[in-house]
């Protein structure tokens, strides 16, 4: 067994405003609570870097919206920030990084609905340093494995309960998703509806980017950059570094699109990524076996958005 | 707030060959346990009564095969039994029923993957008393919406990483399934697919029954009595009561029928239950606002069942 990454615990309290420090070696939440009984809960997980919590508000924004989906009241997002604010130092306080590049540490948001009974939810903030593995799939690129999700891309909206867009604590068939893909070989996966299009991996959001150049008309050549990913309203989770980077990317001139999206716009692009908030951007090798883009293409396209996304609050 | 139901807690540990008992009013899980921060695990919900579990063996095996699906061992079928014997008792000890009409309790079986890093499950067994709605509704019967589960009929066998046939923690949508039918002034729901086929409720089996009066030729009538539910490959968690009433109704002369079944089939049904281990037989009264089959008959049916049903060990 590796021994446990340090972790920090911060439950949001209303009796400390800062949040409420708790050992993370002992046991602290109810066996009835039922975020583990049930799943039920939402969280986010959110990267900080030398200290500073990585685009909060949108963050904390959503997790506002995946408690509204659930029927969720959670404390105010000044109590949410108080919590990370201690949590973050704590951590940083009592497992210093030992160089500015490895100042990253993991800040996850998490909230049950509480044990049986309870009036409130459970609501804290875990503070734990970067896993080895995703810092390395940012530079090695990843493999991955299409897997149907079972789900058309339109029942987001007639069937709400299925919280579609909530991120919720219930991550099981995320997480049998991976250990199927890693049984194959693969790292990571993108799921598909079950009418074929695109979606979104277990932990992440889909990205393509094609390079295009054309003349001018006068005689010189226009490179154009275009960035897409699957459309919201397909039944994926908003993803906030998708948005981020949009934001950054149109900001220095790359041109968006929204799916629908298939499998061979996929093999067809000139990179591929998985984008999440603590691995960033993973570029995708291959996609069941076959390789995607074109290697130059894809380090060269991978180097700029990461340029733009390392700009990015 | 209601004062919480007593619970008894039985972790189970190999230093404690018959279970660890553990003090429900304080935290018992770490805040890392992947039950509570990705709903990663498995459960059974059981009866006992009179300090007996029912269909303990056949929650036994259910719990196995949900364990395998999720790629968890889980300790020895022994170790489980002398947990949950310890438990009831204990509970029984400090709580006694009031009457023998009373002496039901929940024993929930809850396996998690383990806090972060860990080896090995969590794994531990809760007595509590059966709620006062479950009994309630027995006898009242229920109202239920009709809900679209987004999965076609298919996606089971097609889909084995969304683990459709087994009992995991994941259980968000299911909640946000009861909530949205309470909304509608609703008790319950059951579940269809995407292709119209008649699935589950979200903690319970789907059963119809016809009683069919036919001439047998020499001028007497018989009566045939037909128990029906969807079939198990649709992408349901096969029951135990189901499976349990199904051979008791057997032994007692009712045909068996396995769907596919449609909305309509239970609209033209002479009687429709949920049921479930704990809340046991509850009759339909109403779907989606309109009559469900004729009370007369459905009082009788549920009667005749209930009596096989009481029967079952």
Known sequence: MTSPAPVVLVFLDPAFPDGRLADASRPQLMATDQGATRGDGVFESMLAVGGAVRKLQAHLDRLVGSAQALDLVIPAQDAWRAAIATGVAEHRSQHPATSPAEDELVVKLVVTRGPEGAESPTCWVQVSPVGALGRRQRETGIDVILLDRGYDSDVAERAPWLLLGAKTLSYATNMAALRYAHKQGAD?????????????????????AHLETSDDGAGATRTVRRLIT?????GILPGTSQGALFAAAKAAGW???YGPLEPQDLLDADAVWLISSIRLLAPVNHIDGREVGTPAVQKQLTAELNALFAGIQ
Chains 1, 2 share one sequence.
């Not at 799921?191 to 695109?198: A, I, L």
């Open 230 to 234: 699957p459309q919201l309203d397909s």
């Open 255 to 257: 041109e968006l699109g």
């Open 188 to 208: 990571d996966v993108i799921f598909t509806s079950s009418d074929g299009r695109v979606l979104e991996g277990p932990t992440s959001t889909v990205l393509l």
